[in-house]
Nanobody
Framework: QVQLVESGGGLVQPGGSLRVSCASS????????VGWFRQAPGKEREGVSC????????WYEASVKDRFIISRNSTQNLVYLQMNNLKPDDTAIYYC???????????????WGQGTQVTVSS
């Protein structure tokens, strides 16, 4: 069965850190661009970060640049999003997606996970 599963969300205080993971089954993540997206209540889904399959080049949305780091663990077929100095505005459901057709991070997103909740609150 082909699927993506996110894990690692939770409740964290402002200024804290969390690492969310994206795991695939039925396909190898290294062959795909992987993106992280988030959706806060009442807001549209937005792209947060992406790692390319071509050369592992990365992209970050402006508000998370210098705070979030996306990386691959090829051995375990995972992609991580390390989130540091978290802010209340980072509260959202975080989704990962994988895409094959395209170039870099401009791809058609073929598979989506079910999401993991990240809540930043004191």
């Amino acid at each position: 069965q082909v699927q993506l599963v996110e894990s690692g969300g939770g409740l964290v205080q402002p200024g804290g850190s969390l690492r969310v993971s994206c795991a695939s089954s039925g396909f190898t993540l290294d062959q795909y661009a992987v993106g992280w997206f988030r959706q806060a209540p009442g807001k549209e889904r937005e792209g947060v970060s992406c790692i390319s399959s071509v050369d592992d080049s990365t992209w970050y949305e402006a508000s998370v640049k210098d705070r979030f780091i996306i990386s691959r663990n090829s051995t375990q077929n995972l992609v991580y999003l390390q989130m540091n100095n978290l802010k209340p505005d980072d509260t959202a459901i975080y989704y990962c997606a994988a895409g094959l057709r395209g170039y870099g991070c401009v791809v058609d997103w073929d598979f989506w996970g079910q999401g993991t909740q990240v809540t930043v609150s004191s």
